[in-house]
């Protein structure tokens, strides 16, 4: 019965050490990206391996999830007669929340579990000790660049898998069910509002991209120098990764969209 | 160096295609194209009831929307609805003898103020208010009254 409330305080305490070290990490990671922007070419070496190569997964995933939503969403509204808003739903429904939070839960697949695996072999084979060594900073050298490159990213793949969505949606909704090409985009454009929802869908994915990036590259970070440390740390990073999308998800659109 | 190019045509064309993107979202897909910051002049009127009339929803004349619904609030001590309009001053020629009402777009379309001009020489200005002004028709209540009165026509 002891050992199991010493455990219990153990663990608890072991993770608000480890919440401890990661707003650390973050603290350090965002003093680096000052001396990020010192040296573009770091940056861009990341926006290519995070940014271009999650291209083709978001933009696949973007058509087909467009796609479904066109299907699904004209077999329920034309029992209501109201095809005609399938713009509407297909728009609202990508922009404002799949766009971004799947866009994310790919990216955290795509491209954190990649930083993850990453950065724990980089600390695994001693790269990182080996850097430090040379009076290199590895948070500014590695982890800002990556940092950096995550949050810049990720609102462009999620405006990039919305838009690819929404044509889509209306190649199935148009060319294959029959409604009305100028009803699909018309009933779009007045209801979705340009602040309230492209602009908060924006800011959501950006808030996606910096809790993504962030938890990756601090499990990478955190990692056990081991082979079977690393599996576990890029575990950690989608699984954790796909619970604050979700949750966050739920705060910032309560707070986004509470109002009406 | 042959690699690092590519690479950078790569980035390029990424955030290119997202821009593209954006710009797609921001006038093909949500209102900014025909949201034109244009020069308003806003108007008041008091309705006895404005119904289910919302913030941002259109004012039209003849069918044709020229302005918006800005600001809705309840006077406590007329009882009534105040809804403040902001018209693009582009149509700066309306009497002041107009006549606001709400209406509904279709049976059970979104709801609008309609403006139908008097025949008055004096233009309404700036911060005018509309006098004239007629409530939104509750469907329940009209059907209420409607039924009410078949059967008081029945007991004669």
Known sequence: ??????????????????????????????????????????????????????????????????????????????????????????????????????????????AGSALT?????????EQLSGMEMMAVDPVRRIISPRFLAGCLSMPLLAAIFSAVGIVGGQLIGSGLLGVDEGAYWSQMQASIDFQDDILNGVFK??????????????????????????????????????????GLDFILTALMFGDN | MQHTSTQDTLVGLFVAAGIAGLFFLSFQVSNLSSFTQQDTYTLTARFENSGGLKVKSPVSAAGVKIGQVSGISFDPKTYQSVVVMKIDS????????????????????????????????????????????????????????FLFKSASEEKK
């Open chain 1, 117 to 125: 695996a990453e950065i724990g072999l980089m600390k695994a084979t």
């Open chain 1, 205 to 246: 994915s950006f808030v996606f991209g910096w809790v993504t990036s962030w938890i990756a590259l601090f499990e990478g970070y955190d990692a056990i120098p081991t082979s079977e440390g690393v599996s576990r740390a890029t575990t950690r990073t989608v699984v954790n990764s796909a619970f604050s999308i979700l």
């Open chain 1, 1 to 110: 019965m002891i050992q199991l409330l010493q455990n219990l305080g153990k663990s608890t305490r072991s993770s608000f050490t480890k919440l401890g070290r990661a707003t650390f990490f973050l603290l350090q990671t965002l003093s680096g990206i000052l001396s990020v922007l010192l040296r573009p070419r770091l940056l861009l070496n990341q926006l290519y391996s995070v940014g271009v190569l999650s291209f083709l997964i978001i933009t696949v995933s973007g058509l087909f999830v467009g796609m479904v939503l066109g299907l699904q969403g004209y077999y329920t509204l034309s029992d209501f007669g109201a095809e005609a808003t399938l713009g509407v739903m297909v728009s609202a429904s990508l922009v404002r929340e799949l766009g971004p939070v799947v866009s994310a839960l790919l990216f955290a697949g795509r």
């Open chain 2, 90 to 145: 582009q149509y700066n020629t309306l009497p002041d003898d107009t006549t606001a009402s709400v209406f509904t777009a279709g049976l059970l379309g979104e709801q609008y103020v309609s403006l139908e001009p008097g025949g008055s020489d004096a233009f309404l200005k700036d911060n005018g208010s509309i006098d004239i002004t007629q409530p939104a028709i509750i469907l329940e209540k009209a059907i209420g009254q």
